[in-house]
């Protein structure tokens, strides 16, 4: 089910060409023209969604049970030394086209062109203030 403008839909739709990874009913996988690190590619549902908000289980289930066999694949072509998965979601997560994906970011040593950068907060926190925090989130589900 495509999305009229969206960019990922008329890929899968051949629309627009990629280099395509693979492809079956429910995911299509091409690399990302970045190419951050050699290998860098998306993996998309078929079905448009917007983000990992609006995305049906049924649909996130077989676009999730995908990611390990693209990236075992990139694995074995290049051996890369680990690899980053990224999700972006909302334009303040830096999410720029929206139909889910996935980013699997080959990492080759820590000048391979990617980094993320994390400030950690633990000392801001008590345990119980983690306990309220995941009761308020376990409230939501």
């Given at each position: 089910?495509?999305?009229?403008?969206?960019?990922?839909?008329?890929?899968?739709?051949?629309?627009?060409?990629?280099?395509?990874?693979?492809?079956?009913e429910?995911?299509?996988?091409?690399?990302?023209?970045?190419?951050?690190?050699?290998?860098?590619?998306l993996?998309?549902?078929?079905?448009?969604?917007k983000?990992?908000?609006e995305t049906?289980?049924?649909?996130?289930s077989?676009?999730?049970?995908?990611?390990?066999?693209?990236?075992?694949?990139?694995?074995?072509?290049?051996?890369?030394?680990?690899?980053?998965?990224?999700?972006?979601?909302?334009?303040?997560?830096?999410?720029?086209?929206?139909?889910?994906?996935?980013?699997?970011?080959?990492?080759?040593?820590?000048?391979?062109?990617?980094?993320?950068?994390?400030t950690?907060?633990a000392?801001?926190?008590?345990?119980?203030d983690?306990?309220?925090?995941?009761?308020?989130?376990?409230?939501?589900?």
């Amino acid at each position: 089910m495509s999305h009229e403008g969206c960019i990922f839909c008329k890929i899968i739709d051949g629309e627009i060409p990629s280099a395509k990874v693979y492809e079956d009913e429910f995911v299509y996988a091409f690399l990302d023209i970045s190419q951050v690190t050699k290998g860098h590619t998306l993996i998309i549902p078929k079905t448009h969604t917007k983000n990992i908000y609006e995305t049906p289980e049924n649909i996130a289930s077989e676009f999730f049970a995908r990611v390990p066999k693209v990236a075992n694949a990139i694995k074995a072509a290049y051996n890369p030394i680990g690899m980053n998965l990224l999700n972006n979601n909302e334009k303040p997560a830096d999410q720029s086209v929206f139909h889910l994906h996935i980013h699997l970011i080959p990492r080759y040593g820590e000048n391979d062109g990617y980094s993320s950068n994390w400030t950690v907060h633990a000392d801001d926190y008590t345990a119980d203030d983690l306990q309220i925090i995941a009761q308020e989130i376990s409230d939501s589900l």
